[in-house]
Each structure stands twice: as C-alpha cells, then as structure tokens.
C-alpha cells in the first residue's frame, strides 16, 4: 500500500537518484579500467639533440660529448672591462651647485645623462664640454669620473 500511493513527482525523484546512483557506479569502474591501462612508459618524455620533448627515447649513437668547461656561464671579462673603461665626451646642459646634480648630452648618442657633484673629478658648469664614463644607476644611466675639457 505504500508505493500506491507515491504521486509522480516522487516517483521521478526516486528514478533520478537511482540513475544517478548508477552513472557513479560506471564512472569508478570506468576510472579503475583506465588506471590499470597506464603504465610508466607512458608517462617518461625525452628530449632530443635539439631541446624538443618527444615521446621516443634519442638515439644513443648520435650523442655528443660535451666539455662543462668550455661553457660560459656569465659575461666575459675582457667585455665588462672594455664596457668600463669606455669614455664619452659631451656637454653640461644643467647644474645645480646648491643641491650638487646635473645632466651631461652625449655627443655621440643625444642622450642626457644624469651626473651627481661627488662623481666629477673637477668643477664644471653649464655648456662645459666634459669628458666622462657611464655606469647603471638605480634609474638609469650615471656619469662617473667626470673631467672638464679645453674647447
């Protein structure tokens, strides 16, 4: 007597729990088959001469010895040196001597570069020609040993 007198919405909320309860059932079998297929093998990816992943292990024959020695990890130092001692000749388009900064023009370049008082090796003022040396600053390019001169 008591399933006769379930109304169908009921029925319908009952249908759709076991059907649901089902598609769950199907799915973990499903997972566990799928599981079992996996292997290592199909997991390891190798990388070529070229530095391109694939599936297919390289070619014993074809490797190359390379020297770890021969490799340069860093800037070589003849470049950062000659980058140093590189000298540029330009013009003071502003000073202030109270506050002890300025901006050099390069002549070669166009471009103002910044100059504090503590980096000039003597006294210049505006329109000198000075010769000087860059090096990276916290913004950008800085004037160093800064020299005044003769026109």
Do not use: C, W
Request: glycine share 6%; hydrophobic share 30%.
């Amino acid at each position: 007597m008591g399933r006769s007198q379930e109304t169908f919405n009921k029925k319908e909320v009952r249908n759709k729990k076991e059907k649901k309860r089902k598609e769950k059932v199907l799915k973990k079998q499903a997972r566990k088959e799928k599981e079992k297929k996996s292997s290592l093998d199909d997991m390891i990816a190798y990388v070529d001469e070229n530095g391109i992943i694939t599936s297919t292990r390289p070619d014993p024959d074809k490797r190359t010895k390379v020297d770890a020695s021969e490799i340069e990890t860093s800037i070589p130092k003849g470049l950062i040196s000659s980058q140093r001692t590189n000298e540029h000749t330009g013009t003071v388009t502003f000073f202030n001597e109270s506050k002890g900064f300025g901006f050099i023009r390069d002549k070669d370049t166009g471009q103002s570069v910044f100059v504090h008082a503590s980096n000039m090796l003597e006294p210049v003022i505006e329109n000198d020609l000075v010769v000087f040396e860059t090096t990276k600053g916290p913004k950008g390019l800085t004037a160093v040993n800064v020299k005044h001169v003769e026109k």
